[in-house]
Every structure is written in structure tokens, then in C-alpha cells.
């Protein structure tokens, strides 16, 4: 075991981002040292004695920017520095002296365990000595890390981490600053990346001797911007990929069965998702039905799943049915309703297919309001019916499962 465990430290290697931490570097850098020599330090453009500091430190490479570029442009330049070493593994560790070294085994132990996760110290958010502003600041982006991956995580801005960098060899972040390790925790959920909190220590220097670089109005503006930017891949495209892929991969059937076991959600719940499902899947709003079903079944905590397999109702073969039945119920609302020839429906449908719905409808005036109108009712009609439906099966399944 302990032949494994060397094995692994040596394929890890430690990089610390620093800009004005004069005062604690270099006890940060030998106290590192007990547990690994394999270090990389990154001068994010000091202009204290941090340079003249590292002129007698021994270490792998020292990386001097020449103008201060942000934190995530240091983490970047060290991992892409470690990667090109051959090392597999990158823990980062701020040089201001709020994490405890001593903590470095129990991280190499965690990653021991866990080879192919992101170890990530999770630092008591509600320990006495925490600025309540680092508090608030945390709470909001685990909420937001919640949003737009679905996992939850008790410290999304410890800086105390090990990251698998041989997962990131083609992966093109985007952000240089504090926002930084915010983007490349969410990227690795994407990754599908196990990511793992270890509880660590943590100090706080008193607020007359704390040095903190993080602006609050531009780095909390620049935070937010990203986790707007987030949130919509999320609902765009990583839930869309994600479930077309598990459905794709399974069979229907299979597929529901395993989300009612899995979630053990009660059968109203789930027949709730069908409904809605349903309802999604006629709505006028073709292109976007999916991206639409997935967002608005996140905010109602229904099961994205089964509501993403449901609203599959309009595929190509059903269009022209439902295009039909939309003006049919529409027609109620009208003195003078549009009649369609099954000629002028299979036009429409094809024209779906081809992504000139909307433009084409405009070719028949107001007719487009009695579609709309029409799809609505009928969505709402069939999503109703399909809930009832689905209910009872349920319950009636349920029943013959307890009577058994």
C-alpha cells in the first residue's frame, strides 16, 4: 500500500499562485515542502518582495508574470507547466497562509482512494474567524454550482485542491481570475469528474493584518456574468445532451422504470412529470420545447427525465396529428375559424422539419393565433388526461406489488 501511495505523490505536483504575499510565502513554501518537493510557484506580478523572496528558494520552476494577470491565469500557466512535466495531478494551495499543510496527507488519501476525482478542501463556512462576507460569498456560489450541475458541494471557493489534471489536456477555460475556480469545478461535474470535499483547517488572519486581493463590485460582477453564462449551457445543452444520450443508451421502458425506482418519487410526483411532459411536447414553441421542458421541470423539481422522454411526443410522424387537433381546438375560439386541407398540414410539417415553421405561418395571417391557442388547449387537455392515466396505473400497480 504505502508503494502505491508514493506512486501516486509522485505524479502530483504542488502550485502556488502568489501576488503580495511576501509576508507568508515563504513559510507557505517550506511547510509544503515536509510533504512534496515537486512545486511550482507562480509570481502573479508582485510588486512587494515576493520576487526578491524567491531568488533563494529551491524548487521545480518559478513562473514570473510581468503584470499581475489574476488568479485563474496562475492556476491555468501552472497546470499547463505541470502537464507538459508529465505530472497527472496538480494541488493548488493559496500563499496568504489560511490553509494548514499539515492537511496535505489526508487530501493525498482522499485522492488515494479516489484516482480519478477532484479533491477539494471544505473549509466550516460558519467557523468563528470567517468574514461574513466569505460566508455570503460561498453560499451563493454553491447555490449557483447546485443550478448548473446538480450536485452539491459545502465549499465551492476553497482554494485547497487536487486537481486530475490529465482530464484537461484539450479543455479551454475561459476565465483568469477568482471566477476561475468556479468555471473549472463546474466544467469537471460536466466531465462527469467525482469531485470529493475533505473537511480542512482553516486560519484568518485579524481584519487589520488580512490581505485579501478579491475587488468585491468587479470580481463579484465578473463571477455573476460567469455563472449567468453557466446556467444557460446548463439548460442549452448540457441537460439536453446529457438526457438524450441516457435515453439513447437505454431502452424506453427501461429507462422509465429505472427514474420511478430510482427517485422513489409518489405517483403523483411522476404522473406530474408525464402530464407536464406531454403538455411541453405540444406547446407552440418548436426548436425549444426540450431546452423549455428541462429548465421549467428544474424550477418545479420534477424528474427532468421523464419529462424530457415525454415531451418527445412531437416527433416527426406525430406533427402532422398534432398541427391537425391544434387548429381543430382552436377553431372554438373562433367565429370564422382557418380550415386546413391535410395537404396544408403536411406542408406545415415539413416545413418544421426544415426550421421555417414560424416564417411559413406568417403566409396565413391570423391563423397563426388560432394554432397557438389550439396547441395550448390541446397540450393542456392531453397532459391532464395523461396524468389521470398514468395515476392510476401507478396506484393500480402498486396495489397488485403490496398484495402480492
Known amino acids: 500500500m504505502e508503494d502505491v501511495v508514493n506512486n501516486l505523490i509522485s505524479k502530483i505536483c504542488v502550485i502556488i499562485p502568489t501576488y503580495n504575499n511576501a509576508n507568508t510565502l515563504i513559510d507557505v513554501i517550506g511547510e509544503v515542502q515536509k ?13 512587494d518582495s515576493t520576487a526578491e523572496l524567491l531568488s533563494s528558494v529551491s524548487c521545480l520552476r518559478i513562473i514570473t508574470f510581468s503584470l499581475n494577470k489574476g488568479k485563474g491565469a496562475a492556476i491555468k500557466t501552472g497546470i499547463a507547466e505541470a502537464l507538459s512535466l508529465g505530472f497527472e495531478y496538480a494541488m493548488t494551495i493559496d500563499s496568504d ?3 494548514y499543510p499539515d492537511d496535505i496527507p489526508k487530501m493525498f488519501n482522499a485522492l488515494t482512494h479516489n484516482p480519478d476525482a ?3 478542501g471544505s473549509r466550516n463556512i460558519n467557523a468563528d474567524g470567517m468574514p461574513s462576507k466569505n460566508t455570503f460569498a460561498n453560499k451563493f456560489s454553491n447555490f449557483w454550482f447546485w443550478a448548473e450541475t446538480n450536485k452539491r458541494l459545502p465549499d465551492t471557493q476553497s482554494g485547497f485542491r487536487i486537481y486530475p489534471i490529465k482530464y484537461y489536456k484539450n479543455t479551454k477555460f475561459v476565465t483568469t481570475g477568482f471566477e476561475f475556480e468556479i468555471e473549472i469545478l463546474v466544467r469537471s461535474a460536466w466531465k462527469e469528474i467525482n469531485i470529493i ?12 493584518n488580512r490581505i485579501t486581493h478579491f475587488r468585491p463590485f468587479r470580481d463579484f460582477m465578473r463571477i455573476s456574468l460567469l455563472n449567468t453564462v453557466l446556467v444557460l449551457i446548463t439548460f442549452l445543452m448540457v441537460l439536453p445532451i446529457k438526457s438524450f444520450r441516457y435515453i439513447t443508451r437505454n431502452k424506453f421502458t427501461k429507462v422509465v422504470r429505472e427514474q420511478i425506482m430510482l427517485h422513489n418519487e409518489n405517483p403523483q410526483k411522476i404522473s406530474m412529470a408525464i402530464g407536464f411532459g406531454i403538455f411541453m411536447g405540444i406547446a407552440p414553441i418548436w426548436g425549444f420545447q426540450m431546452i423549455v421542458a428541462a429548465f421549467l421541470a428544474h424550477i418545479f423539481r420534477l424528474n427532468k427525465i421523464i419529462v424530457l422522454i415525454f415531451s418527445n411526443i412531437s416527433l416527426p410522424p406525430a406533427i402532422p396529428f398534432i398541427i391537425y387537433f391544434s387548429y381543430q381546438f382552436g377553431s372554438l375560439f373562433f367565429d370564422n375559424p382557418q380550415e386546413f386541407t391535410i395537404d396544408t398540414i403536411y406542408y406545415l410539417k415539413q416545413q418544421i422539419v426544415d426550421g421555417e415553421f414560424y416564417k411559413t405561418l406568417k403566409e396565413f395571417g391570423y391563423s397563426i393565433i388560432q394554432y397557438i391557442f389550439g396547441s395550448l388547449l390541446l397540450g393542456l387537455s392531453l397532459g391532464i388526461l395523461s396524468f389521470l392515466i398514468s395515476w392510476t396505473i401507478i396506484k393500480v400497480t402498486s396495489g397488485l406489488k403490496e398484495n402480492k
Not at 35 to 47: A, C, F, L, P, Q
Not at 197 to 208: F, G, N, R, T
Open 35 to 47: 510533504y512534496s518537493n515537486n512545486i511550482i510557484i507562480v509570481n502573479d506580478g508582485s510588486t
Open 97 to 99: 497562509g489560511q490553509h
Open 118 to 120: 477532484l479533491i477539494i
Open 197 to 208: 470535499p475533505i473537511p480542512v483547517k482553516v486560519y484568518y488572519a485579524s481584519p487589520e
